[in-house]
């Protein structure tokens, strides 16, 4: 499969415990996307990653969350302190370098987070 | 800031027919893209079709098609020839730079 690529699936967590959801993007695709999916919601923007950058956070919330995409590996999104309300389906895009703006972003399956 | 309205929290279509998904957009930006996405119940977002602003043309993939029009700022989603698979969520976005803005989805749920 070479799409986009999050893991895990399914992540429980107990309140106060970090949250760690990954995504590999497609092949030639150095761009990335975090969103968030609260139920019966459609997606908000988290934030945009290109290698080694942090290109726009300003959908993120600023206490807890962080964000990373290094030369090596795949994008991290990091939630430390978990609360109920940070359950929510998180989904992970990628698109090609070029023509940012109108490429179609290509999304993974999602990480859902529960917690308890 | 952009907005995107789907009016249609659910909708329900015989199989082989065809439906609508209403989507309107506002934005003052000149440039932009509008896409539709396909949510099943096992909750992936799948990518189906893509309108540019500057494009003269309605987009058509298949079964589906985008009606375009610039100056009422809609862009439905027709699926033709319903099937049972096309039982789902649907989101309308668009796309400026780099942001993805959604809509709240419409559920279709195609019948037997």
């Known amino acids: 499969n070479a799409g986009v690529m999050q893991n895990p699936r399914h992540l429980v967590r107990r309140r106060g415990q970090e949250a760690r959801l990954r995504c590999s993007p497609m092949?030639?695709?150095?761009?990335v996307y975090w969103y968030r999916q609260l139920p019966e919601e459609g997606l908000k923007f988290m934030v945009y990653?290109?290698?080694?950058?942090?290109?726009?956070e300003s959908g993120m919330p600023k206490e807890r969350f962080s964000a990373e995409f290094p030369k090596e590996g795949p994008s991290i999104l990091r939630i430390q302190q978990v609360v109920r309300g940070d359950s929510a389906a998180y989904f992970c895009?990628?698109?090609?370098?070029?023509?940012?703006?109108?490429?179609?972003?290509?999304f993974g399956d999602g990480t859902r987070l529960s917690i308890l | 800031a952009q907005k995107i309205t789907q009016t249609q929290p659910g909708m329900f279509v015989q199989e082989k027919e065809a439906v609508t998904l209403d989507c309107t957009y506002d934005t003052s930006d000149q440039s932009y893209g509008l896409f539709w996405y396909k949510q099943p119940s096992s909750g992936e977002m799948i990518f189906l079709i893509y309108?540019?602003?500057?494009?003269?043309q309605n987009a058509t993939e298949g079964r589906y098609s985008l009606n375009f029009q610039k100056a009422r700022k809609s862009a439905n989603l027709v699926i033709s020839a319903s099937q049972l698979g096309d039982s789902a969520m649907y989101f309308c976005?668009?796309?400026?730079?780099?942001?993805?803005?959604f809509g709240a989805g419409t559920t279709v749920t195609v019948r037997a």
């Open positions: 309108q540019g602003s500057y494009d003269e």
């Open positions: 895009a990628s698109s090609p370098p070029d023509k940012v703006g109108n490429q179609p972003q290509h």
């Open positions: 092949k030639g695709h150095s761009h």
């Open positions: 976005a668009m796309n400026n730079d780099y942001k993805l803005s």
């Open positions: 990653l290109q290698k080694e950058n942090i290109i726009d």
